[in-house]
């Protein structure tokens, strides 16, 4: 089974920082996931990348396959940032090995 | 807009009880997930299913079964309920090839008292 980490596990910021959230992974994937979580609320899917960079307004996701990482940066953070956010391998099979997440919390 | 929408957001049900939590999709997705989220421990599987009447055990289906009769809906039921399933349980569903199309629903969140 994969196993998939992320760090750091709890992240503070001020506003307008940028942030990064790391994931690494132990096998080959045929896809990687970025999942948001708010208090209480249900999971949002961020990015979904197999390979390169994706760019969603102020997020950016990357992924090294060769490296087995993947990174999920938010530029000029804001305090309706603040989230968990999960990464979640795809190797084989039909479900998603998750990570246990990384709590934001962006000060104003 | 596409939904996977669970039953019911809060539940409190005492122990012994067999406790249903429902799941339905509207995108005609094949595959559907039971998960369960705990502080510390992240999203575990429960149980899966690719088809209407097919399931698969996940990394923790020890206390849950499941039902599917129809495509759009999955139901997770807990024989006899305990404490220790009281948890976050998330719906979801997929397209066949497993990673595509992943929603999820805004989850359950269950107490067994």
């Known amino acids: 089974k994969n196993e998939v980490e992320q760090s750091p596990q709890n992240l503070t910021a001020q506003e307008g920082e940028f942030i990064t959230i790391n994931c690494s992974y132990s096998v080959g994937i045929s896809a990687l996931h970025w999942l948001q979580q708010h208090p209480g609320g249900g999971i949002v899917s961020l990015f979904m990348?197999?390979?390169g960079k994706k760019k969603h307004g102020r997020l950016i996701a990357t992924i090294n396959i060769q490296e087995k990482h993947s990174s999920l940066h938010i530029t000029a953070s804001h305090p309706r940032d603040s989230a968990v956010y999960i990464c979640?391998?795809?190797?084989?099979?039909?479900?998603?090995?998750f990570g246990k997440g990384t709590s934001l919390l962006v000060t104003p | 807009d596409v939904k996977v929408t669970q039953s019911s957001r809060y539940l409190v049900k005492r122990t012994g009880e067999k406790v249903f939590l429902e799941c339905v999709q509207d995108m005609d997705h094949e595959n559907m997930f039971w998960y369960r989220q705990d502080p510390g421990l992240g999203l575990r599987l429960i149980y899966f299913?690719?088809?209407?009447?097919?399931?698969e055990k996940g990394d923790i289906p020890e206390g849950y079964s499941v039902s599917r009769e129809k495509k759009e809906r999955f139901s997770l039921i807990l024989e006899s309920a305990s404490t220790n399933q009281t948890s976050m349980y998330l719906c979801?569903?997929?397209?066949?090839?497993?990673?595509?199309?992943?929603?999820f629903g805004s989850g359950t969140r269950l107490t067994v008292v």
């Open positions: 979640a391998s795809h190797d084989s099979g039909y479900a998603l090995n």
């Open positions: 979801a569903s997929s397209l066949l090839s497993g990673w595509e199309g992943y929603t």
């Open positions: 990348l197999s390979s």
């Open positions: 299913s690719y088809d209407v009447k097919m399931k």
